[in-house]
């Protein structure tokens, strides 16, 4: 039973350029959860996304963006990239009151 | 704001040591969630406890909730080189069911040397 599925693993934009950062939640999971996570920090939580709408929002700027899709695949678009913005974008899924399952990961780095 | 405050950020011991992190925190949080994670990957959740004063073992690690629901603790005993890892504590708000986000501490980073 595959797990969250996350990609492309590593990413390289320059600054302004826009991203879109894909997930594939746990098989019978229907919530989806963003986090970034800069180097020697833990994740900090972005917005979470329940069928198809964004139910959460944590304290980050309007660029950061998502979607998600009917079969509960979601995507984070970050626009305007700035250099801040390197760091590793994880993506969680979850069903009722399990724990989150993690995805290994998306390692952006702006240039 | 809720934070979540580690100690310690680092830690490196020998192989056979036991050791203990601590999670505190001034908010009061639904329930606390501790997680391990290694090099290029994903957090791992290993336990949730829910009820203040809750104690948790998996195997030779032992989880505490602090009975205000704000600090817990991890305790690993004769650790292996294998516990090496990012030890993340993350406090759970929320409303019920899957509708909850976490705050994450910094971690501790655990080296157990052989």
């Known amino acids: 039973d595959a797990g969250v599925t996350q990609s492309p693993t590593h990413l390289i934009k320059t600054r302004g350029q826009q991203v879109t950062l894909r997930c594939s939640p746990k098989?019978?999971?229907?919530?989806v959860s963003w986090y970034q996570q800069a180097l020697g920090q833990g994740p900090q939580f972005i917005f979470q996304y329940y069928e198809e709408e964004e139910r959460q929002r944590g304290n980050f700027p309007d660029r950061f963006s998502g979607h998600q899709f009917p079969n509960y695949s979601s995507e984070l678009n970050v626009n305007a990239l700035l250099l801040g913005d390197s760091a590793l974008y994880l993506c969680a899924s979850s069903w009722a009151t399990s724990g989150y399952t993690f995805g290994s990961g998306t390692r952006l780095t702006v240039v | 704001t809720q934070l979540l405050e580690q100690s310690p950020q680092f830690l490196s011991i020998q192989e056979g040591e036991n050791l203990t992190v601590y999670c505190n925190s001034s908010?009061?949080?639904?329930?606390l969630q501790w997680y391990r994670q290694e090099p290029g990957e994903g957090p791992v959740l290993l336990v949730t406890?829910?009820?203040?004063?809750e104690v948790k073992k998996l195997k030779r690690l032992t989880f505490q909730f602090g009975d205000a629901r704000k600090d817990s603790s991890l305790h690993i005993t004769a650790a292996q080189p294998g516990d090496t890892g990012l030890y993340l504590c993350a406090g759970a708000l929320g409303s019920g069911g899957s509708n909850y986000k976490l705050t994450f501490g910094k971690g501790t980073l655990l080296t157990v040397n052989p």
């Open positions: 098989s019978g999971h229907d919530t």
């Open positions: 908010s009061v949080f639904s329930s």
């Open positions: 406890v829910v009820t203040g004063g």
